[in-house]
């Protein structure tokens, strides 16, 4: 290949140049942004509850060993523990690397099932799998306060703000604990059941079909797209239910006929004190793949106009805890950081070699590298965490490194009276031996990571790898 063939098509290596920027721009806005990166765990877990406390050996004795024995003949299960206690024991199953973990937790959990009738019933069996990722996946804690009571305050959550803050993109739940919510219970009259030969299964399965309130009502077609109509239905008053039609016979039995329909509350089954008072506190919980700043900023601007709404009312949600926050705060320190130290660095080049071009030069190529390295991680779903911060600003300064000698040889071929073309081509021939051999060891010294058994390890060389490579 001719030597100058990079040389002589300077308008094609800008637009690559300017096509790698911009489409890294592009993969960076849809990178999530986390503290630590995600991962799934080879190891599942099984809790052994008792309801009776029962001494150390009767819980291994009963219960750890056989299911022990029973999983021991699992597939790609490298390591089993296993604890006992008085009222809870573990049994901890580590796999082998590359194991498909959906799958070895369905197994598991066929194996669990089959034994379950075999243990004395005071035990309970529990499959969970371990994963980072549904341990850390609580973005808020909000509190809903106002006057009238709890049991007022979770009627409001429960009808005006639970709804509107689940249909934000990234939100997988909304929980909420504290005070009462409303309910209708219906108490069947047990002689009037057998007169009508009416089963309560039957009423059961007729509820169940006639609280089905979202249904399909047509298509419209408009502006040539096809729009799916759907109609919703709510009860409004207690009488509607009451109207029901259970069974047919000479006359329609209804469910007033048969039962009696009340409208009250549910007994309360959380508790939630701030301050030591009683309060209604939600929890919001994030989807796996949602941005967790974005959403964060998304949720905040809903309850805004979630309290602009509630003011007539004297309803107000308040953030308590946002991990987005915390999150985003160590970020941009760390990104702070590495634009400190980038700055250091210019400032540095520019004290020694006292060149404004060569300095401008190696700036710019810190941003371009940076950006680019963006689609590297969109291509290999790695996020924007610490790990992947630290691994670019260690090779942000084997890049100023590379940069500064290479610059230099072309520098000085240039005071000798070489041409600026022969210059660029002789001085980064004379030196592209030592580059690479230098940018290879360090390249080299994260391959025993990439080839250890520890999960982490390799967690942690495929991010700060990536990252420099």
Known sequence: MNKHFLIQRKVLISMLFIAASLLGIISWKHLKMEIFPNAELPMLYIQVNSRIEVTPEYMEQEAIIPVESMIAGLENIEEIQST????????????????????????????????????????????????????????????????????????????????????IEGVAAVNIFGGRQKSVDIILDRAACEAYDIAPSRVRSMLASNMNLRQYGGAVNELGL?????????????????????????????????????????EEETISRVNGK???????????????????????????????????FDIEVIVQDNSAELME?????????????????IFVLWVFLRNVKLVLLVAMAMPISIFA????????DISINSLTL????????????????????????????????????????????????????????????????????????????????
């Open 329 to 345: 705060d160590n970020i941009n320190q760390i990104i702070r950081l590495a634009l400190t130290g980038a700055l250091l660095a």
């Open 373 to 380: 390295a963006f689609n590297f991680f969109f291509a290999f």
């Open 390 to 469: 630290i691994g670019i600003a260690l090779a942000v300064g084997m890049l100023l490194d590379t940069s500064v000698v290479v610059l230099e040889n072309i520098y000085r071929l240039r005071t000798l009276g070489v041409k600026p073309a022969e210059a660029v081509v002789q001085g980064t021939s004379e030196v592209w031996r030592s580059i690479v051999a230098a940018t290879g060891t360090t390249i080299a010294v994260f391959i025993p990571f990439i080839f250890s058994n520890d999960f982490l390890v390799k967690l942690l060389a495929r991010h700060i790898g990536v990252s420099i490579v």
């Open 84 to 167: 006992a206690g008085r009222r809870t024991g573990s049994i901890l199953i580590s796999y082998e690397e590359r194991t498909d973990l959906k799958y070895a937790y369905l197994k598991l959990d066929e194996k669990v099932a089959s034994i379950r009738g075999d243990l004395p019933d005071d035990f309970s069996l529990q499959v969970v799998k371990i994963d980072l990722e549904d341990m850390s996946n609580t973005l808020m804690s909000l509190q809903a306060r106002g006057s009238g009571g709890v049991d007022r305050v979770r009627n409001y959550v429960d009808q005006h703000i639970v709804d509107k803050l689940e249909s």
């Open 226 to 266: 096809r729009f799916f109509v759907y109609l919703n239905a709510e009860y409004e008053h207690i009488s509607q239910i009451e109207e029901l039609i259970i069974g047919r016979g000479n006359n329609p039995v209804r469910l007033k006929d048969i039962a009696e329909v009340y409208y009250g509350e549910k």
């Open 278 to 312: 009683d309060a209604v506190s939600l929890e919001v919980v994030n989807d796996a793949q949602a941005n967790i700043i974005e959403l964060s900023h998304n949720v905040e601007d809903q309850l805004e106009k979630l309290n602009q709404e509630g003011r007539p």
